[in-house]
C-alpha cells in the first residue's frame, strides 16, 4: 500500500513533488491518465468516468487514499464519487479545499459561517471545466462573504505543457492573462487552479505583476495531506511507490523527468 496521487496529464507531479518533499518517508504511486488528457475540455460525466477508472487502478494498486491532484476532476466528479462511489473503506480527497483554506485565512475543519476577508479581487485561473463547474465559487462561498470572482477558463495551456511546447504555454498564459485583466483590471490575488500551471507560476506572476499575490497548490496540498496522515497514520499503509500512465511510458517519463529535473520512470497501467 501507498497514497495514489492521480492527475490527468503531468500537472500533478506538482503536487507530488511537495508532498514528496514534506512526507519524504511515505510511499506514494502516481497515476498520468495521459492517454486521456485533456480533461478540461471534456463533459462532467466523461471526467467522473475517467477519474473514477483511474482511481479504481490506484485502489488495485494497494492505495487505501487516493488524492486527486487535478483540478478538473476534483470540480467535476469528486463531489458525486464522494456521495456513491468510493468504498467505506478507502478515501478520495481532492485540491480545491486546501487553497481556499489558505485564501480565506481559515485552518482545517474551521466549519465556523462564512466572514470577511482580506482579498476582495481573485482572479481564477483554471480549465474550462474548473471554470463552468463553478465548484470554486461554490467551496469560497462556504467560507468568505464579499469576495468578486473573474475566473479565466485558460484553454491550450495544458495541452501545450503536456507536448512540452513551453514556448506556446507562455504565449496562452500571456494572452489569458490579459483576457483577465480586461475584465478585472486590478485583482489582489490570483488562484492557479489547474496542478499543470505551477510550472508556468514564473510567467503568470510576470504576467499579472509583482502586486497580485499568486496562489499555487502543491505546498498548501502537502500541509493539508502531512495534517490528515497525522490524524490518519493508518491511511499510509506501507509498500513500494511508483509512476504508472495509461500512455506511452517513454514519452511520458522524458516529459516527467524534463519538468521534474530528476530521473522519472513510468510503467504502463
Ligand atoms: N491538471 C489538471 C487540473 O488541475 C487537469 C488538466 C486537464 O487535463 O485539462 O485541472
Redesign the pocket.
Known amino acids: 500500500m501507498a497514497v495514489g496521487i492521480f492527475?490527468?496529464?503531468l500537472?500533478?507531479l506538482t503536487v507530488l513533488d511537495a508532498v514528496q518533499k514534506r512526507l519524504p518517508d511515505v510511499p506514494f504511486v502516481y497515476y498520468a491518465d495521459s492517454a486521456h488528457?485533456?480533461?478540461?475540455?471534456r463533459t462532467s460525466d466523461d471526467i467522473y468516468d475517467l477519474t473514477t477508472r483511474a482511481t479504481q487502478a490506484l485502489f488495485d494498486a494497494g492505495c487505501d487514499l487516493v488524492i486527486l491532484?487535478?483540478?478538473?476532476?476534483s470540480a467535476a466528479a469528486l463531489r458525486r464519487m464522494q456521495e456513491s462511489w468510493i468504498p467505506d473503506d478507502k478515501r478520495v480527497l481532492g485540491?480545491f479545499v486546501p487553497l481556499i483554506e489558505a485564501l480565506t485565512e481559515r485552518s482545517w475543519g474551521d466549519n465556523s459561517p462564512p466572514r470577511e476577508v482580506d482579498v476582495k479581487h481573485v482572479a481564477l485561473f483554471?480549465?474550462p471545466?474548473?471554470v463552468s463547474s463553478r465548484a470554486f465559487q461554490r467551496e469560497l462561498a462556504f467560507r468568505a462573504i464579499g469576495v468578486d470572482v473573474e475566473a479565466q477558463a485558460c484553454g491550450g495551456v495544458?495541452d501545450a505543457i503536456e507536448d512540452g511546447d513551453m514556448i506556446l504555454a507562455e504565449a496562452l498564459v500571456n494572452s489569458h492573462v490579459d483576457a483577465l485583466k480586461r475584465k478585472m483590471p486590478t485583482p489582489d490575488a490570483a488562484i492557479l487552479?489547474?496542478?499543470?500551471y505551477p510550472l508556468m507560476q514564473a510567467q503568470f506572476q510576470a504576467a499579472l505583476g509583482e502586486d497580485v499575490k499568486v496562489f499555487s497548490q502543491a505546498n498548501l496540498v502537502a500541509e493539508s495531506l502531512a495534517d490528515y496522515l497525522s490524524r490518519r497514520p493508518e491511511m499510509i499503509g506501507g509498500g513500494a511507490g511508483g509512476f504508472l500512465t495509461s500512455g506511452d511510458p517513454k514519452r511520458v517519463s522524458d516529459r516527467a523527468t524534463q519538468f521534474l529535473r530528476r530521473q522519472i520512470t513510468f510503467e504502463a497501467a
Open positions: 492527475d490527468s496529464g500537472g500533478g488528457a485533456p480533461y478540461g475540455v491532484a487535478c483540478n478538473t476532476a485540491v483554471a480549465t471545466a474548473t495544458v487552479g489547474c496542478t499543470h
